[in-house]
């Protein structure tokens, strides 16, 4: 999943240097899968909102990211905290209830009913096109919890689908 025009030791120095458009630059070239990420976690919140936190975190806390960490996948976790702001528990509160989709066609709105881990995890897999182990690495967390978080995860939306049938 790898997508990176500028190395990440580039982007990191860049970023150190106080140059936005090196940022703004590397979400750009990213920009399909971060959209998809995004309205996976909520279709009510403001895109231009959760680019400009991320941005801004980014920023704000690029000095935490340490030598070996990945930036890639250091960014997408700062995205998907981002993203939790943005939907907030309101967001999935009202997506499950009198108005919850009855067909197939709105998975997405099942995936949004579930919590915590199994829900990055299965946003990051079927929506962001990561790995097991790149999940894992955004994540921070072991491979077989990531394996079983998206277990789960599926195993929670087949069985609320079959609710509504």
């Known amino acids: ?12 120095k860049e970023i150190r240097r106080k140059n936005v458009y090196a940022l703004v630059s590397w979400f750009r070239d990213r920009k399909s899968v971060m959209y998809r ?15 400009k936190g991320a941005i801004i975190n980014i920023f704000k806390n690029i000095k935490s990211l340490k030598g070996k960490e990945d930036f890639e996948y250091w960014a997408v976790d700062m995205f998907l905290d981002e993203c939790r702001k943005a939907c907030g528990q309101k967001d999935v509160a009202t997506q499950y209830g009198p108005s919850f989709p009855d067909n197939d066609g709105d998975i997405i709105k099942y995936v949004r009913t ?11 897999k079927y929506h962001g096109g990561y790995s097991i182990r790149e999940i894992a690495l955004i994540l921070k ?16 939306i087949t069985e609320r689908a079959g609710e509504k049938s």
């Not at 999943?1 to 990191?12: L, P």
């Not at 579930?114 to 990051?124: P, R």
């Not at 967390?141 to 929670?156: A, F």
């Open 1 to 12: 999943m790898v997508h990176s025009q500028v190395k990440d030791k580039d982007i990191v």
């Open 141 to 156: 967390i072991p491979e077989g919890e990531v394996r079983h978080s998206l277990y789960t995860g599926i195993k929670n």
């Open 114 to 124: 579930l919590d915590g881990k199994e829900k990055d995890v299965v946003i990051l």
């Open 37 to 51: 990420i995004a309205s996976a976690y909520c279709q009510s919140c403001s895109m231009d909102a959760v680019f």
